[in-house]
């Protein structure tokens, strides 16, 4: 079974730093695709950014990148230029050729004026 | 508002009460999916329904009981629950032939058994 491993359970920025959360798994498959989730305290989930496993480019979307490693099966997620507003739980996700879905435990961010 | 939709919001039962948690898509997704997220455990996936049919358990008790009537709605029957089971259940939905996409979540039930 794929397992999802976020080893920082908090992190912490000041306003507009950068931060950079971190994700492993662990696959035999080569086909699947990765997420980066935002649950606010509202509790939506809200999907970041993704990232194809085929794809080498680096997904980007505004002020959210990724450092996809896949060899090394790193999947982290950069936040440049912080706001109030990131402040968040954070989970990675890994998606199977199956289509579930497994998350990893999930990063506290506290964004500090 | 992602298209998932869950009720109630919050949930108070008994442990010898018997409720149901309801969710509905209108995504038009063919898999629907059942997470347990507690303060002490990551998001743990229970149950997934893909085209339907119940894909997967993941060993949970049997006092959690999905029903999948139709692809756009979802249940969790709950009976005898025990207080440890108090937790955030979300539900969501996607497409599992559409790798790319996304699961959409519903903003969840808050439960709690006294």
């Known amino acids: 079974a794929q397992t999802v491993t976020q080893s920082q359970p908090e992190m912490s920025v000041q306003e507009a730093e950068t931060v950079t959360l971190s994700c492993t798994y662990d696959?035999?498959?080569?086909?699947?695709?990765l997420f980066w989730y935002k649950q606010p305290p509202s509790r939506q989930m809200i999907l970041v950014i993704r990232q194809e496993a085929y794809k080498q480019q680096n997904a980007t979307e505004n002020r959210f990148s990724v450092n996809f490693q896949k060899a090394a099966k790193s999947f982290s997620l950069k936040i440049s230029d912080s706001q109030l507003g990131d402040a968040a739980m954070y989970f990675c996700?890994?998606?199977?050729?199956?289509?579930?879905?497994?998350f990893g435990a999930g990063t506290r961010l506290t964004v500090k004026p | 508002e992602t298209g998932v939709t869950q009720t109630p919001r919050h949930l108070v039962m008994g442990m010898t009460n018997k409720k149901s948690l309801k969710c509905e898509q209108h995504?038009?997704?063919?898999?629907m999916y059942w997470y347990k997220q507690s303060a002490k455990k990551p998001l743990e996936l229970m149950f997934v329904y893909s085209l339907e049919e119940r894909v997967e358990n993941n060993s949970v008790p049997s006092r959690f009981s999905p029903e999948c009537p139709n692809s756009s709605h979802l249940f969790l029957h709950l009976h005898t629950l025990q207080p440890e089971d108090s937790a955030l259940y979300l539900c969501?939905?996607?497409?599992?032939?559409?790798?790319?996409?996304?699961?959409?979540f519903g903003q969840g039930t808050r439960l709690t058994v006294v």
């Open positions: 696959t035999s498959e080569s086909d699947y695709y």
């Open positions: 969501a939905s996607s497409q599992v032939d559409r790798l790319n996409t996304e699961a959409f």
């Open positions: 996700a890994y998606r199977s050729a199956f289509g579930d879905m497994r």
């Open positions: 995504l038009g997704h063919n898999a």
